[in-house]
């Protein structure tokens, strides 16, 4: 095995790519391990900004500024998985970019993430390559109705999608993705979703966190529970999955790794992964000695992982447009972490904080 970069020592800086929450809580997890973050993100005001030790307000193809920001950090990450590609490998010339380039290839791209999991032997929805309304009709064919039509990049909380019930639907339902390369994808038929956030290292250690149950409401995840309430035999295969996917991938960091659970059969079908850390593992924060975010940050400044042991049950409910106006309330609970995003205007769908609410812990 080559020789391990040594890892960052404290006061070094992780650059992070994206300025939204994720990065806020990035932030702040660094922090606490004497680790300083600059923020690269388009938008003015970000809410990461605000804890942040530096930042770089430019567009993701403005090659000057990737070049003064690669010279300030030690190592770059991610808080969203649309990072232009050309922009990571442009950074990755100058400074390590963790996770790498595939991960990010393989996370941005439906159809290449399916062939990958196929490749692995990880059971998947049906689907098929959708590039016209003729291949729409061919598919709709093969895998039968229902269906979800998903354009193959840039979609995420349901955005890009279609639900087909009806062969006769094809050309709406190919107007409705903007004739964008699509997946057709079989309906799962699911008892519920859960999700795996995993860890690995720099030197190839992973660390899976208990898998989470989500639910959503209009597509956005509402609230994450743990445990899952499903035995161990279950949530072991979803972790042994989960890390098989990072090692595949040779990944650095952390990754939330969604699964829908069929109906009765209960076999794990992964849905999907985000290279990155997860809305489905802010529980962490209260229900970990280490969190996903101290967690992601120790591994791409190639820090050992630290213990994913969960030491209490837990609810992570999302905080979305004005829910967040209870922050009072909120605030007066007992045994509760609320968080609050610091953004401006609490629009509809918009995710303003979280609240996890823990309890001492029933299972192993
Ligand atoms: P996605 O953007 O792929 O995560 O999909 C958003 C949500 O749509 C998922 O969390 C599921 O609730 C639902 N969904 C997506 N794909 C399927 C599928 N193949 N079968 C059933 N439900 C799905």
Known sequence: MPDLPAPLPPGSTIGVLGGGQLGRMLAMAAARLGLRTHIYCPEDNCTAAQVADAVTIAAYDDKAALKAFAAQVDVVTYEFENVPTDTASMLAQDVPVRPGARALSVAQDRLTEKNFMQGLGVATAPFADVTDVGSLTTALADIGTPAILKTRRLGYDGKGQMRIDDTTQASTAWEAVNKQPSILEGFVDFEAEISVIVARGLDGTTAAYDPARNDHENHILSLSTVPSGYPETVEAKARTLAEKIAAELDYVGVMGVELFVASGTRKL??????????????????????????QHMRAVAGWPLGSPQRHSDATMTNLIGSDADDWQQLATEPNAGLHLYGKGEARPGRKMGHITRISPKTSA
């Open 269 to 294: 079908i992964v849905n999907e992964i985000a290279p990155r850390v997860h809305n489905s593992g802010h529980w962490t924060l209260e229900g970990c000695t280490v969190s996903q975010f101290e």
